[in-house]
């Protein structure tokens, strides 16, 4: 179960896919023999039985996949990639996969790859578009980043669609989180607006596995993998020490799933801080108090907090943002780590703190076996949806399935961490923490 923020009016067609117009050329893969998607068949949004029933009736999202018509004539068709936004275990992945799937199935002659985010769409940028091969493409699966490069920010649509006409760029995959789709709907209102036959597809990319209809995103359990095992070296170090406490800042600027299950994976946590919970810090049944007493009891402690936890505990926001639009949040970890200090001290007793921040080794990874898995399902359904004219649609994963989500529906909404859910009461659970909510 996931946490939303929904638009006040929601209903079947907030979900419905725009196309480019009538699919008039019969696809490369008839001729593979491959199976194509049952354009009646819809992966219901509510999952279930106890949901209250929409008022205009049961949602559903159109289920990804090949279509046996489509909308791009293969042969005069130019695709482009771009990735934006911070890195997470799987970019490579993603393009590799998408690049095949148009040159070896569809047999799309020329597909280019977007140096260094959308910046790369702006010619003042200096950064011409890669003509991506076989060759260039064969081992990249194998590396973390991405090998197009990537940026925060967004260029002027106006300028995008510029660049995109003058490149003859027919379909562009854009491969971010929700500021990325924020830019690629900015982007396809323009294409609207002007009247061309270009798609817009969104593949959604985000560690922080925040992102709207998307049960888990990309990379999300390859940081898990990695924020559990850095969990297990800090718990070693919190009890190689007397009154050892291991405090370990991992990536989540507003939802815990990254904190939460990287602590149920490695069971060594004792706490859990995430940003969906204002957790007090001082007095009695504060953070402060109850650690001093495990402390006292048990002469060690993890400790595992999200980037965007405690924030209310700054005198004020400083109201900046970084070129993504994300609010830039104070350093709950380094905080945490003095007034633990200072705290202690103050009681006189002694206790040795090991920080680690390890956000950014996390991200740059190559991906584990499931994220490659969930790679290259997103890659070729954006393709099969760009080839057949779908547009202004992100790649969702739903109900163990991949289906098209309007990008101006995603980006309308928020995802969080529940804390009725079975994650929440496992991190409970196995920490034994107290329950701030």
Known sequence: TIVYTRPKMFDQSDLKIQTLGDCT???????KGRTFANESIRVRVKRHIGDAPSETGELSFEEAGPRRDIFFNPRETTAAFVTCGGLSPGLNNVIRSGFLELTHNYGVKRVLGIRNGYAGLNPDSGLEPLFMTQRSVQN????????????????????????????????????????????????????????????????????DNDVPYVELSFGYVTALEVASEVLMGAHVEATGAPNGVGLVKLMGRAAGFI??????????????LVPEIPFPLEGPGGFLEVLERRLLTRGHAL??????????????????????????????????????????????VPVNVKYIDPSYAIRSVPANAWDRILTD?????????????????????????????????????????????DLWNAVLATTGQPDWR
């Not at 050329?25 to 001729?31: C, D, K, R, T």
């Not at 027919?170 to 061309?196: S, V």
Request: with cysteine; proline share 3%; aromatic share 4%.
């Open 25 to 31: 050329f019969e696809s490369p893969l008839v001729a």
């Open 377 to 421: 399902r997103m890659a070729r359904g954006a393709v099969h949806a760009g080839m057949a004219g779908r547009t202004d649609v992100m790649m969702g994963y739903w109900n163990q399935e991949i289906v098209h989500v309007p990008i101006a529906a995603a980006v309308a909404q928020e995802k969080r961490m529940p804390l009725e859910s």
């Open 259 to 272: 904190a939460a299950g990287a602590a149920i994976a490695s069971q060594e946590a004792n706490f859990v």
């Open 140 to 207: 990249i699966h194998h590396l973390g980043g991405t090998v197009l490069g990537s940026s925060r920010g967004m260029q002027e649509p106006e300028i995008i669609v510029d660049f995109m006409e003058a490149r003859e760029i027919d379909i562009l995959f854009c491969i971010g989180g929700d500021g990325t789709q924020r830019g690629a709907h900015a982007i396809q209102k323009e294409i609207r607006k002007r009247g061309l036959p270009k798609s817009i597809v969104g593949i959604p990319k985000t560690i």
């Open 303 to 348: 400790i595992v907090v999200a980037e965007g936890a405690g924030q209310h505990l700054f005198e004020a926001a400083n109201g900046e943002r970084d070129a993504s639009g994300n609010a830039r949040f104070q350093d709950i970890g380094t905080y945490l780590r003095e007034r633990i200090k200072s705290h202690l001290a103050e009681r006189k």
